[in-house]
């Protein structure tokens, strides 16, 4: 007896959904978005990761600042293509895991989506801490290269609560 075509397809788990959480979608969530992908990259794992951005406060459809494409681009990640998008209710309950970068991100999310309680982390949680990821949103260069390193230390820090059993 011939085996049947599903007995063909090997098992594959679904990919792990990360959504990065920020106020306007413009300067921490778009970068930490590049790093976690990159991450995930650097790991064989980019088709295991999943990883979007969106803001508590965002406007559909603005690019990621001048300051967040260059220092990423200083890491060899191009977020060039970013544009933002607000909040919505299928990003939200397709996710496994929510970071976001202050308790007023998570307080505003959980206001809105209050299903997704058992998901949601502030980043600073990944290096168990219980810190705000400053916005540097305004500032010189200089800040949001201090953004992204902090950013990139937590993700590697927290990279198994980020990749889950993906890896």
């Not at 895991?97 to 809105?112: C, K, P, S, W, Y």
């Not at 290096?127 to 949001?144: F, H, K, Q, R, S």
């Amino acid at each position: 007896m011939a085996p049947s075509q599903d007995s063909l397809i090997p098992d594959s788990p679904s990919p792990r959904r990360i959504l990065v959480v920020c106020t306007a979608n413009q300067c921490r969530s778009p970068m930490a978005e590049g790093l976690i992908r990159a991450a995930a990259a650097a790991r064989g794992l980019g088709d295991r990761v999943v990883v979007t951005s969106s803001g508590t406060w965002a406007e559909d459809g603005h690019p990621a600042t001048r300051h967040a494409v260059v220092t990423l681009a200083e890491r060899g990640i191009d977020i060039r293509g970013h544009v933002s998008r607000s909040l919505d209710p299928l990003r939200v309950a397709t996710a496994d895991l929510i970071l976001v970068m202050t308790d007023n991100h998570r307080q505003a999310l959980l206001a809105e989506f209050p299903a997704a309680r058992g998901k949601v982390m502030r980043m600073s949680e990944l290096a168990g801490g219980a810190w705000d990821v400053a916005d540097p949103i305004g500032g010189p260069i200089e800040d949001y290269r201090a953004t992204a390193d902090e950013l990139a230390r937590l993700i590697e820090r927290g990279w198994d609560a980020i990749a889950g059993g993906a890896g």
